[in-house]
């Protein structure tokens, strides 16, 4: 009874290709974020959605785009992948109810462009 | 947003109490401060959220002195089991801009 799930959970690619990764949280919560931890472990917001909206776009090169069909569902899109897109992308989750500052957070998508 | 200074790594053994503490010199009226734990290939895992004095749960406690200019988080009795990155981050609960992680604090608990 994963809460947050992330897929895939490994996924490795050339350069100049196009993948998704998807996610999926069970928790009936209302926001949900795309987060980026590069090699030094440095975790950035990438996207946050609320209710299907976006909320949230720090300056994310528009190659990556986020879909959210609705509240329990944040894909993230990349185009046109490159090498410095290697990283491992966390999908997260979180209520009003418990608070917006309490992430509950999936295992993790690890993305290695070659 | 508030930045947040802690140290880079610490070390304890098992059984001792361990004591991580953050600066966050320009905390807002109101921010909070949230502290997440990270395991090797895992995503983080909120641990305790407190806005001013001592916050305890089972897993651990928070001390927020009366000026909020830092904050301590404080694990007691630790176990081989807690050694993770522990990340302190300090945001308004909105939920309108999501919290910003820093580098973390590296914790590695001997035998």
């Known amino acids: 009874d994963t809460a947050v799930s992330q897929t895939p959970k490994y996924l490795v690619t050339q350069m100049g290709n196009d993948k998704s990764i998807k996610c999926e949280q069970n928790?009936?919560?209302?926001?949900m974020y795309w987060y980026k931890q590069d090699s030094k472990k440095f975790l950035k917001i990438m996207f946050s959605?609320?209710?299907?909206?976006?909320?949230i776009n720090e300056t994310v090169p528009n190659r990556f785009s986020p879909k959210s069909p609705d509240k329990a569902h944040l894909n993230l899109h990349i185009n046109s992948l490159e090498l410095g897109d290697s990283a491992v992308y966390f999908c997260?989750?979180?209520?009003?109810?418990?608070?917006?500052?309490?992430?509950?957070f999936g295992a993790g998508s690890r993305l290695t462009v070659l | 947003l508030a930045k947040t200074t802690q140290p880079i790594s610490m070390d304890s053994y098992e059984g001792q109490e361990v004591n991580i503490t953050c600066s966050h010199n320009?905390?807002?009226?109101?921010?909070?401060i949230t502290w997440y734990q990270q395991f090797p290939s895992q995503g983080p895992r909120f641990i305790i959220q407190?806005?001013?004095t001592k916050v305890t749960n089972e897993v651990a406690s928070l001390f927020i002195p009366a000026d909020r200019k830092s904050s301590t988080l404080s694990l007691p009795r630790v176990s081989l089991s807690d050694t993770a990155v522990y990340y302190c981050?300090?945001?308004?609960?909105?939920?309108?801009?999501?919290?910003?992680f820093g580098s973390g604090t590296r914790l590695q608990v001997q035998p």
């Open positions: 997260a989750s979180s209520s009003p109810a418990t608070g917006a500052n309490v992430l509950t």
């Open positions: 928790l009936g919560h209302d926001t």
């Open positions: 959605y609320n209710n299907k909206e976006l909320i």
């Open positions: 320009n905390i807002a009226t109101n921010d909070y």
């Open positions: 407190g806005y001013k």
């Open positions: 981050l300090v945001g308004m609960d909105t939920g309108r801009r999501a919290l910003t």
